[in-house]
Every structure is written in C-alpha cells, then in structure tokens.
C-alpha cells in the first residue's frame, strides 16, 4: 500500500485555511492518523480514526475521509502551525509504507 | 503524565548490533490495549515504523526489517528494548519510542505519545 500526500508544500496567509490531502493506494477504511512534526521534535498526534482529535488538539485541526481519500484541514492558520504533516495508515498487514511523504505547511 | 525516553549509542559500526532501550512512565503495560512501538526517521524524509509491542507480549515488525529486530519488555523496569543486528549506513537517523493507547487489528497503530527521540550514525 502506497499513502501519498499533496500538496508537497503549502503556503497560506494566517487565518486562512489549509488543507490537506493524503491518498491510500487501496482502502484503509477510517483507518488513518495525521501527525504535526515541527523541526528537531517528535511527531505529534493531532488525528487518529480519520477524524478523531486527539487529547488536547485545538478545535482548528480536523479530519475527514474513508477508503482511499482523507483530509486534514486546519480551519484558520497560525504561526505555530508551521510544520511537516504526516499521514500513516495502520489497517493494513503486513504493516509496511505506512507514512505518507509529507506536507510542509508555509506561512505566506 | 505518560513520558518516555530513548537511549542508547549515538554511533555504531557498520555490522554491529543496536540496542536502544525506551524507559516510560505514566503506564504500566500491563493493561488490554496499551502498547509501545518504535519508530525511525532518517534526516530530511519521514518517520517509518519498524516495530511494536502489546502489553501482551504481541509482537509486530516492519517486513522489511524483521529478520534484524527484536523488541521486548521488561514492565517490572518499565522499559522496551529494540535490537536491531548488521546495521549499515541505510539504518542512520532518529529512532523514536512512543506509546500506543490502543490494540489495532492491523500491523501497526498510531501513538499519541512520544520519546523525543535519539540520532543514531552508523559509520566507520
């Protein structure tokens, strides 16, 4: 299975939307986490169940999707939302490729 | 408060072993559901994950990787342990523990907490 996230870079004005786009080679279901990963930090899990927020992610941050298409949609950029964001599958077996490539937010 | 904290050697030689240890707090491993897995991310490309342990002794592995690793626990110590034999230069990058709240059918799972991580070179 072949997760791919477009686009590769993002660039929005704050307090506009971003959005997101990651795609499964074959369905995952809802079967889907969104990660934020800022420079020299871990990831950080913002999504799991294509639309569930994490524990103490801001209401800004949203998922949405099944199968094969899903987004993550940031409702209103801040600055502190720069950052590479990460989709990973976890349906499939044997459990490999399960991040996308990435896409690096930009404030414009 | 759920923490937790790789270590082990920042340089290793091409063909030697890697034992990283992952010390947690904040769980036990004890309970249904929880987890803990590793993760790795060479510079500049994203994250992989390469393994995982349930808290009932349930093993998972990267393909790819699976006849180099070996992960374990030691709950009574509260720590995970991945070895990873013959590393080559490919195996660079920043391996990361982290926590999986959750038993997933698949082969993997997401985490929702994890090690700051620790850069591993493998070099001559």
Known sequence: ????????TLSVFPGERATLS???SQSITTNLAWYQQKPG??????????????AGIPARFSGSGSGTEFTLTI???????VAVYYCQQYIKRPPERTFGQGTRVEIK | QITLKE???TLVKPTQTLTL????????????GEGVAWFR???GKAPEWIALIYWNDEKRYSPS????????????????????INMDPMDTGTYFCAHTPVYCSGGSCYSDYWGQGTLVTVSS
């Open chain 1, 22 to 24: 990651c795609r499964a």
């Open chain 2, 41 to 43: 991310q060479p510079p």
């Open chain 1, 75 to 81: 409702s209103s950029l801040q600055s502190e939302d």
């Open chain 2, 21 to 32: 240890t992952c010390t947690f707090s904040g769980f036990s491993l004890t309970y249904g």
């Open chain 1, 41 to 54: 930090h871990a990831p950080r899990l913002l999504i799991f169940a294509a639309s569930t927020r994490a």
């Open chain 2, 65 to 84: 990787l699976q006849t180099r690793l070996t992960i374990t626990k030691d709950t009574s110590k509260k720590q995970v342990v991945l070895t990873m």
């Open chain 1, 1 to 8: 299975i072949v997760m791919t996230q477009s686009p590769a």
């Open chain 2, 7 to 9: 270590s082990g050697p």
